[in-house]
């Protein structure tokens, strides 16, 4: 069986300016895999590229999605396939409620913010006069990342992207967010009925204290520059550093 | 000489007075020899040709829920009847005849000499609606109100008069309509409210014009002390072209006025559109809302003006555009004027396009684009509508979908 997502020599430019090259990345169903790197490496050029943004150009490669070529589907058409994403900086919109975002991740019609949407804020501690703000109006930075968890909580995709879950989250939060994901990932079953995976971006690496992964990246320069467990490479990151860290893979051949 | 005589000298020297703001409108285009239509003992007998007219304006056929009803076609008045303690609803001509006390507040809001306009309105009225609560009267259940429109080339005159007496409560709904086999008409209407000490008028008004109808309403509000007026607008179809400037007069201790205006223009569409408040109260209160869509060909201006002029006011304009075309125009014009030091006014006023990045998250929610650029359009418009009861908010809030719904 091929992996869940498959992505091959993907080279992307931003504004006719490359930033991912040659890149081959894999993963499985029921994988966790974690994505560090410096800012700039291309981080968050990989998760928009893989939903689908149309700023982010494929210029050449492929991607696909349990077996489904999706280098030229539009984002909604790649949502429905299951992916998700939780952004790092989501834009606001007036006059559209976090509310209404829950209902329309999941896929109702329905206009009003009943039971069903307050049960499921309920689990990331967000009340219903917060499920009737504007959404991602002047939320802080910790509100706007449990806003984002919830609304894939709604969607249920099966291939959910994070992009800096943790960044601005307080020590309160940040644990229920983590559990959130955990179940989000399937990572509370075990191994053989985890079908769901996911794709994180940390700079921190703050998050994996409450997320068990499978593989650990480190991206440098648009490209994936050392592959290991999580455990070894964060410790070599918190150390070293990442270019030390790829410098040690490189040394001991983990990659 | 009799006020009735000084009120029309004055209206014949401003016959040919252009008005301030606007295209100039030809009234003698339109004529005032209309049809003469009986009387209806209830609204169900309204043709039912023109039903859905009535209820896109937001008009209640049955009457249902309604405090009262009153139904204007085109110059005639065809149903009038209050069913509520406390409330009074009849024709302005006939409310005159019955209230001698009634020419006191007749042209004290509006100068009858404000413009060709009003001298027409004064000088070849055609009716229009009275309505009043009586002091203390709580009268929660909406009224409502029809003008309409069903002739070619008629010129609609009303007059209207609105009073809350003392501690009472008025909510209005008003729809203006016109029927689909009008190609031109002309409506003038003018309307001038009175909310008492501590009384209360909301005003819903649905303007459900057609690509041929000159509007030129001319409407001002006198607010006693803690009195409080709310006036939500809605316009949603194109209108050949429309010039308003309503303006609420704060003159008692903490009256408060609050103006909010949904705007949708399309097609060929030309707007001038505004609010002013003039807080002439000690501790007196505005809110000017305004969210303008322009698509097509449409032409808005939306303006905005707070002027203060005693201690602790405070006044606010937040003017939002939105355009959706590059052969349309929006020009926002905000205004404030203080003539002392102790008190507060704003505004901000924005005009934009839709951003990508806002539909490209809602597509990343599984929306398609179409799907995305409405869910934004219907945020855009959607301001939270403070003060209403509630069953009348959720009617309001029916009503803003309905309308929206035709034209998305």
New interface residues.
Partial sequence: MGAMLEIKDLTVEVEGKEIIRDLNFNIERGAVHVLFGPNGCGKTTLLMTI?G??NYKVTKGSITFKGVAITDL???ER??LGM??S?QH??E????KLG??VN??L?RKEEKIDEDVVELAKRLNISLDFLNR?VNLGFSGGEVKRSEIL?LLA?SADFIMFDEPDSGVDVENIELIGEVMSELMDRNKIPSKRERAGLIITHSGFIMRYIKADRAHVMLDGRIACTGMPDEITKHIMEDGFEKCVAVCDERGIC | MNKKKIIEQAAERAKTKKAALGEDVDVEKYTTETKNYDALNSLDEFPEEYKQNLLDAGIEPSGKERAGSFLQRDRCVVFSKAKYKGLELMSTTDAMAKYDWLEDYLWKAIPVDMDKYTAEVELAQSHGYFIRSEAGSKVTMPVQACLFITSDKVRQNVHNIIIAEENSELHIITGCSVSHTVSSALHLGISEFYVKKGAKITFTMIHNWGGGIEVRPRSAMVIEDDGVFISNYILMTPVKSLQMYPTAYCVGRNARATFQSIVYASGGTKIDLGSRAVLQGEGSRSEIISRVIATDNAKVIARGDVIGEASNVKGHIEC?GLMLSDNAEIDSIPELKATLKDLDLSHEAAVGKI????I??????????DEATS??I??????DITGLPDALAKETKRMFDMSLEKVM
């Fill in positions: 939903l943004f149309p539009p984002i909604n949502v429905k998700g994403l952004f989501p834009p919109i007036r006059g559209v209404d975002m329309i991740a896929g504007d609304q969607q | 939002r951003a990508e990045e806002e490209q998250y809602l597509m990343a929610r599984g929306l398609s684009e869910v934004i219907r945020g855009f418009l959607n301001v």
